[in-house]
């Protein structure tokens, strides 16, 4: 069975994650859901001419006051059963543009280079749907590879309401380019139903993220949901059909590569039963730390390892 949820003031919330929400869809384990999304606030509209996702006007005009991140988040989606200690395995099958524009902006004391652009600057960038390409205001036509910035389940209860800026152990605002659609995301349970949620959708970015946003879009994704009880995960994991990938966040950017490195390690021990000298020699011989995102508060580094190296 494949649900669809769409996006609207009763499905979208504004910036956080939050496990007091109540779920908008309950799904059980092995089932799909297509997920709408919308991206921007309304000083990010582009001219007349393109299309604007109704529902991103809607949502724009429910909003009461500050929003409490920027992100807008459809969702969330409960899994049937999902307990604190599971692991919900996110199969993304799909993913979509569903409009010809994205943009891009920076704004003073942001970013990788806080103090070096002190004048805000954002550009509307065409995208092509069917080509999948965007054209930059100067020329330049670059390929797009959509995937969503965003994709989460609530945060513990204690934790309350967590911006959607800051990535956590519940997953969030991860800005993982690999994670497109064909691949996996991995994600540990803090709450009852585990509460799925996504937004923050990227037509392309690069490796960094530096100047805090990538060509933001409107995405729709189709996602199938499965419930692990013998898995135990502290942080997301992800594969892709060549690789596994293992991921640290951190304020500090060599502890980002330090925990992705560690989770890798550890991935390799339980696959392969080789030691951790081994598997640490494997990790410098064959794996690759790379930069994730170095904007968002908590700044990210992944660990790719091919799945052919994963034998014995």
């Known amino acids: 069975m494949t649900h669809r949820l769409t996006a609207s003031p009763e499905t979208c919330r504004w910036g956080y994650f939050d496990a007091s929400v109540p779920p908008v869809l309950t799904v059980r384990s092995g089932e799909r859901v297509t997920i709408e999304t919308v991206s921007g606030g309304p000083d990010a509209l582009p001219p007349d001419g393109f299309h604007v996702p109704p529902e991103l006007r809607a949502i724009h005009a429910a909003e009461a006051g500050i929003p409490f991140g920027p992100h807008i988040l459809t969702g969330p989606v409960a899994i049937e059963g999902a307990r604190p200690g599971d692991v919900l395995e996110v199969r993304i099958l ?7 524009w994205g943009y891009n902006r920076h704004r003073p004391l942001a970013g990788t280079l806080p103090d070096e652009f002190p004048v805000f600057h954002q550009m509307n960038i065409p995208l092509d749907r069917e080509r999948l390409t965007a054209r930059m205001p100067w020329g330049l036509e670059l ?23 800051v990535p956590r152990a519940f997953g969030g605002n991860l800005d993982n ?28 970015q690069g490796d960094g993220e530096v100047n805090v946003t990538a060509i933001e879009t409107a995405l729709s994704g189709t996602f199938e949901f499965v419930l692990h009880r013998d898995l135990r995960l502290a942080i997301p994991r992800a594969e892709t059909p060549s690789h596994v990938i293992t991921m640290g966040l951190d304020p500090d950017l060599d502890r980002c590569a330090e925990r992705a490195l560690r989770e890798m390690i550890d991935l390799v021990v339980a696959r392969i039963g080789i030691t951790r000298d081994e598997a640490y020699a494997l990790c410098s011989i064959a794996a690759d730390l790379r930069v994730t995102q170095t904007v968002n508060q908590h700044k990210g580094v992944h660990c790719m390892l091919r799945k052919e190296y994963l034998v014995r």
């Open 94 to 100: 799909e993913v979509a543009l569903r409009q010809d």
């Open 143 to 165: 390929p797009l590879s959509p995937f969503f910035g965003v994709m989460g389940v609530a945060p513990p209860p204690a934790w309350g309401r967590c911006t959607s800026i």
């Open 177 to 204: 380019k690999e994670l497109i659609a064909g691949t996996t995301l991995y994600l540990p349970v803090f709450a009852d139903g585990a509460l799925f949620s996504c937004g923050d959708g990227h037509g392309a």
